[in-house]
C-alpha cells in the first residue's frame, strides 16, 4: 500500500509540473522579454560599432542599460523574479555592458594597436564576467551587515560600461578634445581602470535604498528639470558630465563606506 501510494504521488507531481509547463502567467514573461529587450540592444550596439556607426552604437548601450534598470523593478513589482530571469540578466550585462562597450572602444581607436589594443579590450570583457559571477554569489550571502546594503562592491556593470565610453561621449560633446581622448594611450589606460574597478573590492553607492528628506524634494525637482533641459540640449555632454560625477562620486563613497563601518563596529 506504501508503495502505491508513493507512485499516485509521483504521478500527481507529474502532472503538476506538465500543467505549470503548460500555463505561464504572463506577468511572470514581462521582465524576461525587457531583458531580451537589453539583450538585443547590446548585440546591435557590436553591429553599429563594426559599421563604424558610432552614436547608434553609444545610444544602443544606453538604451540597455534603461532595459536592464526596469526588469529587475518590474520582476519585484510583478512579484515575478527567477532563478532563470536572474541568469538571463547575467548573461545580457556581459553581452551588453562587457563585450559591447570593448568592441565599440576598439573599433573607435584600439585598432590601431592591433595586439595589445585589443589586450585592454579583453581584459574589460573578462572584468565584467568576473564582477557579474562575483555578483552572483554575493545573492546568496546573507551575513552583511545592515550598511552594506548602501553600496556596491566595485563599480556595477552598466556604470562600467559608461565609464569606459565616456571619451567618447565628451568627443561628441566637445570636438576639440577628440584627437586627446582618441589616442591609444588615453584609451587604454581608461579600460584598464575600469577593468580594475569592476573586479576590485572598492564599495561604490549604490541608490536602491537611498531616502530623500522631504526638504529636498523642491531641490532634486529642478535637478531634475535641469538635466532633462541639458539632456534635450546638449546630450552628449550631459552624459559624459554625469558619468565624469559618477567617477568622482567613487573616492566619496570610500569615505562614506568607511564612516559607516566605524560607526557600525561601535555599535
Known amino acids: ?9 509521483l504521478n500527481n507531481r507529474i502532472l503538476i509540473s506538465k500543467q505549470k509547463l503548460k500555463e505561464v502567467p504572463f506577468r511572470k514573461l514581462v521582465p524576461n522579454m ?3 529587450m537589453a539583450l538585443c540592444s547590446g548585440v546591435t550596439s557590436i553591429r553599429y560599432a563594426i ?23 518590474v520582476a519585484r513589482f510583478l512579484k515575478a523574479s527567477s532563478k532563470f530571469g536572474a541568469e538571463l540578466d547575467s548573461l545580457s550585462d556581459f553581452v551588453s555592458f562587457g563585450i559591447a562597450p570593448a568592441i565599440l572602444i576598439y573599433q ?6 592591433p595586439k595589445f589594443g585589443w589586450f585592454f579590450c579583453l581584459l574589460f570583457a573578462m572584468g565584467m564576467a568576473m564582477r557579474l ?35 567618447i561621449l565628451i568627443s561628441f560633446g566637445i570636438p576639440q578634445t577628440e584627437e586627446f581622448l582618441r589616442s591609444d594611450a588615453f584609451c587604454s589606460i581608461s579600460m584598464f581602470i575600469v577593468a580594475f574597478l569592476m573586479v576590485s573590492r572598492i564599495p561604490t553607492i549604490s541608490l536602491k535604498k537611498l531616502k530623500v528628506q522631504t526638504y529636498m524634494l523642491l531641490p532634486l525637482m529642478l535637478f531634475v528639470v535641469l538635466f532633462v533641459h541639458f539632456m534635450l ?29 566605524k560607526n557600525y563596529e561601535k555599535k
Open 1 to 9: 500500500m506504501k508503495k502505491l501510494q508513493k507512485i499516485n504521488d
Open 34 to 36: 525587457l531583458t531580451m
Open 51 to 73: 559599421l563604424d556607426d558610432w552614436v547608434k552604437a553609444v545610444l544602443c548601450i544606453f538604451l540597455a542599460a534603461v532595459f536592464d534598470g526596469l526588469d529587475g523593478r
Open 108 to 113: 573607435w581607436t584600439l585598432f590601431d594597436l
Open 133 to 167: 559571477a562575483r555578483f552572483n554569489t554575493m545573492l546568496e550571502d546573507e551575513d552583511q551587515p545592515e550598511y552594506w546594503s548602501h553600496y556596491f562592491v566595485g563599480v556595477p556593470a552598466p556604470a562600467a560600461a559608461a565609464l569606459a565610453m565616456m571619451p
Open 233 to 261: 540640449t546638449q546630450p552628449w555632454l550631459t552624459l559624459g558630465f554625469m558619468t565624469g560625477l559618477y567617477a568622482l562620486s567613487i573616492p566619496l563613497g570610500i569615505i562614506k563606506f568607511l564612516y559607516d563601518k
